[in-house]
Antibody, heavy 117, light 107 residues
Framework: QEQLQESGPGLVKPSETLSLTCTVSGYSITSNYYCGWIRQPPGKGLEWIGSIYHSGSTYYNPSLKSRVTISIDTSKNQFSLKLSSVTAADTAVYYC??????????WGQGILVTVSS | DIQMTQSPSSVSASVGDRVTITCRASQDISIWLAWYQQKPGKAPNLLIFAASSLQIAVPSRFSGSGSGTDFTLTISSLQPEDFATYYCQQANSFPLTFGGGTKVEIK
């Protein structure tokens, strides 16, 4: 069964770095999959953060590019997100997802990350 | 960046109704559009990809159409489990962008 699971701290202090990992099970992310991070502030819509291909090529949302790093560890079938210098505006549910094209299926269940001191 | 505009932002409908949601791209994206359904507290679920291809296990009452800049998602006969928020996403080029969402509510 294809599954993704986000993990990481649910609370991050302002100005610090948010770090999340997505663990994929049931298939290999090296099988021509794009791996992506998407977030959703409480009560709001979806925002694409960035994607990484199994080769390591990365693509970022220009609005976040200066603060985002996405990496991949094919040996562990995981990919990760780092978002630096966070503020309250970065409070959101963060989803990881994969796809063979530029659409996403399946998705992880999501993890709520709150930025607060 | 390609802007995605969904309409309406919300719609009230009854079980059995036909519901149509539209999505407009700010530039030509060919057929590279996806539709998702999201229920409260859950991750989005892919319904349609490449504008009109139904994802595996998605009921046939869902259909998608369009190309270029104008797209539609149609639910032919609304069922109780279809009350949710629907999002379009352009899958043509990075940066990927989503529409603002359409909430389908019970009338």
């Amino acid at each position: 069964q294809e599954q993704l699971q986000e993990s990481g701290p649910g609370l991050v202090k302002p100005s610090e770095t948010l770090s999340l990992t997505c663990t994929v099970s049931g298939y290999s992310i090296t099988s021509n999959y794009y791996c992506g991070w998407i977030r959703q502030p409480p009560g709001k819509g979806l925002e694409w953060i960035g994607s990484i291909y199994h080769s390591g090529s990365t693509y970022y949302n220009p609005s976040l590019k200066s603060r985002v790093t996405i990496s991949i560890d094919t040996s562990k079938n995981q990919f990760s997100l780092k978002l630096s210098s966070v503020t309250a505006a970065d409070t959101a549910v963060y989803y990881c997802a994969t796809g063979r094209g530029y659409w996403f299926d399946p998705w992880g269940q999501g993890i709520l990350v709150t930025v607060s001191s | 960046d390609i802007q995605m505009t969904q309409s309406p932002s919300s719609v009230s409908a009854s079980v059995g109704d036909r519901v149509t949601i539209t999505c407009r791209a700010s530039q030509d994206i060919s057929i590279w559009l996806a539709w998702y359904q999201q229920k409260p507290g859950k991750a989005p679920n892919l319904l349609i990809f490449a504008a009109s291809s139904l994802q595996i296990a998605v009921p046939s009452r869902f259909s998608g159409s369009g190309s270029g800049t104008d797209f539609t998602l149609t639910i032919s006969s609304l069922q109780p489990e279809d009350f949710a928020t629907y999002y379009c996403q352009q899958a043509n080029s990075f940066p990927l962008t989503f529409g603002g969402g359409t909430k389908v509510e019970i009338k």
